[in-house]
């Protein structure tokens, strides 16, 4: 059997499908299992795993409408049996690339919003989105239409490193002077920015805030990791212990995860990272707006979630519209902006005392 996953959102989203991956591969271990990513780093994710035998990369965003038509034309040669469209992808997009590829079965959700508009139907073997599900757990009820049994427990998100990922977190942990023993803390205070995703994050100086608390009550060294180092430096500069409060800077996902699997806990935003954080099995106190963290709560290892529960939350569920507010002005975002340092460390403090064995373990 040929098949062909079409991984076309982000990192998180990409993550969220190796459980799925790993139980149809544990049921077809013939499958020639191949992968079409958008994302460099969706990319560096799936080549690492042993399940996939190809990844295609085709960043659609940077390029003109008729060289992806002619590209996803190509692929049509490959003669694929199956198409899976990763969940979430409710967007026409996505269904009108996976039709052209030509595979006989097409797998992909019926989404309670914005279905029809969005061409969903042209996947031909479709299972009812539920909006109490995890995303794994939407993932694995796709593969299930292929008659793969779904265990009693799912599996965890996979990452996969190669000796060059580990090598290079030795470098930069010599680089920096850290000792193995040391305790570290990463962070991360970004997010996605498409779909005005931005809107999402905690204000980089109440991660500041946070990060002289870790650094003052823990003893521990603050790693920012993430793509925006404009932010991640303007967090270091209001640190009352900028030596201890350091910048992970790596052009690499993998290399970067091979630094965060050295820290003992992690803080985050609704973010990439939270989930790959989860696949290290970080313990994970995850920051969320307007999200239903019943869709995306860091995957099988403890964690906290921290949120407003506000009678208009969560508000954003998955379809092309960008994140909007119904207030306005001082009122708009409350679900982000009115979380407090005092409340994320105190969800810090009760997990650490959950790791440490003092209080019974969680993973919501």
């Given at each position: 059997?040929?098949?062909?996953?079409?991984?076309?959102?982000?990192?998180?989203?990409?993550?969220?499908?190796?459980?799925?991956?790993?139980?149809?591969?544990?049921?077809?271990?013939?499958?020639q299992v191949d992968v079409l990513a958008m994302f460099p780093g969706v990319k560096e994710?799936?080549?690492?795993?042993?399940?996939?035998?190809?990844?295609?990369?085709?960043?659609?965003?940077?390029?003109?409408?008729?060289?992806?038509?002619?590209?996803?034309?190509?692929?049509?040669?490959?003669?694929?049996?199956?198409?899976?469209?990763?969940?979430?992808?409710?967007?026409?997009?996505?269904?009108?690339?996976?039709?052209?590829?030509?595979?006989?079965?097409?797998?992909?959700?019926?989404?309670?919003?914005?279905?029809?508009?969005?061409?969903?139907?042209?996947?031909?073997?479709?299972?009812?989105?539920?909006?109490?599900?995890?995303?794994?757990?939407?993932?694995?009820?796709?593969?299930?239409?292929?008659?793969?049994?779904?265990?009693?427990?799912?599996?965890?998100?996979?990452?996969?490193?190669?000796?060059?990922?580990?090598?290079?977190?030795?470098?930069?942990?010599?680089?920096?002077?850290?000792?193995?023993?040391?305790?570290?803390?990463?962070?991360?205070?970004?997010?996605?920015?498409?779909?005005?995703?931005?809107?999402?994050?905690?204000?980089?100086?109440?991660?500041?805030?946070?990060?002289?608390?870790?650094?003052?009550?823990?003893?521990?060294?603050?790693?920012?990791?993430?793509?925006?180092?404009?932010?991640?430096?303007?967090?270091?500069?209001?640190?009352?212990?900028?030596?201890?409060?350091?910048v992970v800077e790596q052009q690499s996902l993998l290399h970067s995860a091979a630094i965060?699997?050295?820290?003992?806990?992690?803080?985050?935003?609704?973010?990439?990272?939270?989930?790959?954080?989860?696949?290290?099995?970080?313990?994970?106190?995850?920051?969320?707006?307007?999200?239903?963290?019943?869709?995306?709560?860091?995957?099988?290892?403890?964690?906290?979630?921290?949120?407003?529960?506000?009678?208009?939350?969560?508000?954003?569920?998955?379809s092309p519209r960008p994140a909007r507010c119904r207030w306005s002005g001082a009122d708009?975002?409350?679900?982000?902006?009115?979380?407090?340092?005092?409340?994320?460390?105190?969800?810090?403090?009760?997990?650490?005392?959950?790791?440490?064995?003092?209080?019974?373990?969680?993973?919501?």
């Amino acid at each position: 059997m040929r098949v062909l996953v079409f991984a076309l959102s982000g990192i998180g989203d990409a993550l969220m499908f190796t459980p799925a991956l790993e139980l149809l591969r544990q049921h077809f271990p013939e499958a020639q299992v191949d992968v079409l990513a958008m994302f460099p780093g969706v990319k560096e994710l799936y080549e690492r795993n042993p399940h996939v035998h190809r990844v295609y990369l085709w960043e659609f965003l940077r390029q003109p409408w008729w060289r992806s038509l002619r590209y996803v034309l190509g692929l049509r040669r490959q003669r694929y049996e199956v198409t899976i469209n990763v969940y979430p992808a409710n967007r026409w997009e996505y269904n009108v690339l996976s039709f052209l590829v030509g595979a006989p079965l097409r797998l992909g959700h019926r989404y309670r919003r914005l279905n029809w508009r969005e061409l969903n139907w042209l996947n031909n073997r479709r299972v009812l989105e539920e909006d109490h599900l995890h995303n794994v757990v939407e993932n694995a009820r796709l593969v299930e239409l292929l008659g793969v049994p779904l265990p009693p427990q799912l599996p965890p998100l996979r990452l996969y490193f190669w000796a060059q990922d580990e090598e290079a977190a030795q470098r930069w942990f010599a680089a920096q002077g850290i000792a193995a023993e040391e305790y570290c803390v990463g962070i991360h205070a970004g997010s996605a920015t498409f779909k005005n995703h931005i809107r999402r994050r905690w204000a980089p100086e109440r991660f500041a805030e946070l990060a002289d608390r870790l650094i003052a009550e823990w003893g521990a060294f603050v790693l920012l990791f993430g793509t925006e180092r404009e932010l991640n430096e303007y967090i270091r500069s209001r640190c009352r212990f900028p030596q201890r409060c350091i910048v992970v800077e790596q052009q690499s996902l993998l290399h970067s995860a091979a630094i965060m699997r050295r820290c003992r806990f992690f803080v985050s935003n609704d973010s990439a990272l939270m989930h790959v954080a989860a696949a290290l099995g970080l313990p994970t106190v995850a920051i969320f707006a307007y999200t239903n963290p019943a869709y995306v709560h860091p995957w099988r290892t403890p964690h906290r979630i921290v949120r407003k529960e506000l009678p208009c939350s969560p508000c954003f569920y998955y379809s092309p519209r960008p994140a909007r507010c119904r207030w306005s002005g001082a009122d708009a975002f409350q679900c982000i902006r009115t979380i407090t340092v005092e409340e994320v460390w105190a969800a810090c403090q009760e997990l650490r005392r959950v790791v440490e064995g003092a209080l019974p373990l969680y993973t919501g």
